[in-house]
Nanobody, 130 residues
Framework: QVNVVESGGGLVQAGGSLRLSCAAS????????MGWFRQFPGADREFVSA????????FYGDSVKSRFTISRENGQNRMYLQMDSLKPEDTAVYYC???????????????????????WGQGTQVTVSS
């Protein structure tokens, strides 16, 4: 079992920045790829970003490219999402997600699939005011 906890959400004005954190614990080793999704009211979860277990490969949804930056701490299952130039349309609940397989390779064709990820955090609210 993996416990996933997000933090760092809040209220910010348009054009501002927030940094989300996610920590996955409960299993030894650090070879877990990790991802971020967000959910708008009444909609399915949408892929935001993901990072491979090595930290070498990063992926972004089209709506956040060039504004959001994902990173992780070396040797740990802890990652961050730096969100800059925030827009009101970024308002959503943001979820951290982790697959159960160590060393799982992320590709552009699988990274946005919800069923790739087995463990989810409780979500953190991000609200961007205009």
């Amino acid at each position: 079992q993996v416990n996933v906890v997000e933090s760092g959400g809040g209220l910010v004005q348009a054009g501002g920045s927030l940094r989300l954190s996610c920590a996955a614990s409960g299993r030894s080793g650090s070879r877990l790829s990790m991802g971020w999704f967000r959910q708008f009211p009444g909609a399915d979860r949408e892929f935001v970003s993901a990072i491979s277990w090595s930290g070498v490969d990063t992926f972004y949804g089209d709506s956040v490219k060039s504004r959001f930056t994902i990173s992780r701490e070396n040797g740990q299952n802890r990652m961050y999402l730096q969100m800059d130039s925030l827009k009101p349309e970024d308002t959503a609940v943001y979820y951290c997600a982790v697959p159960s397989h160590y060393g799982l390779a992320l590709t552009s064709s699988n990274v946005a699939r919800l069923n790739l990820y087995d463990y989810w955090g409780q979500g953190t609210q991000v609200t961007v005011s205009s």
